[in-house]
Nanobody, 119 residues
Framework: QVQLVESGGGLVQAGGSLRLSCAAS????????MGWYRQAPGKQRELVAL???????NYADSVKGRFTISRDNGKNTVYLQMNSLKPEDTAVYFC?????????????WGQGTQVTVSS
């Protein structure tokens, strides 16, 4: 059983920063990619950033230059450093991971963490 545990959300003023963390736990798995999605009220869930096992990174255009994704392979943890936050970044942020357990790749989601940016 693989679990993703997120932390780091909260309330911040526009222009401020937050760092999200997501740790994967379980046994005998290989993490192929980890990333962050977000969902604002009344909107669809959207990709924010992802990083693959090989280090390839992809960002939504709306966060390029402001957000940085990184991972600590030894800790099975992915981070999202969010700088210059804007009110439109307000959403629930979900950690996502594509993980191979045995010979099958599955997709896992964290429980979500609220990020609120006040103007």
């Amino acid at each position: 059983q693989v679990q993703l545990v997120e932390s780091g959300g909260g309330l911040v003023q526009a222009g401020g920063s937050l760092r999200l963390s997501c740790a994967a736990s379980g046994s005998l798995f290989v993490i192929n990619a980890m990333g962050w999605y977000r969902q604002a009220p009344g909107k669809q869930r959207e990709l924010v950033a992802l990083i693959t096992r090989d280090g390839f990174m992809n960002y939504a255009d709306s966060v390029k230059g402001r957000f940085t994704i990184s991972r600590d392979n030894g800790k099975n943890t992915v981070y999202l450093q969010m700088n210059s936050l804007k009110p439109e970044d307000t959403a629930v942020y979900f950690c996502n991971a594509r993980i191979t357990v045995g010979n099958r790749e599955n997709t896992y989601w964290g429980q979500g963490t609220q990020v609120t940016v006040s103007s």
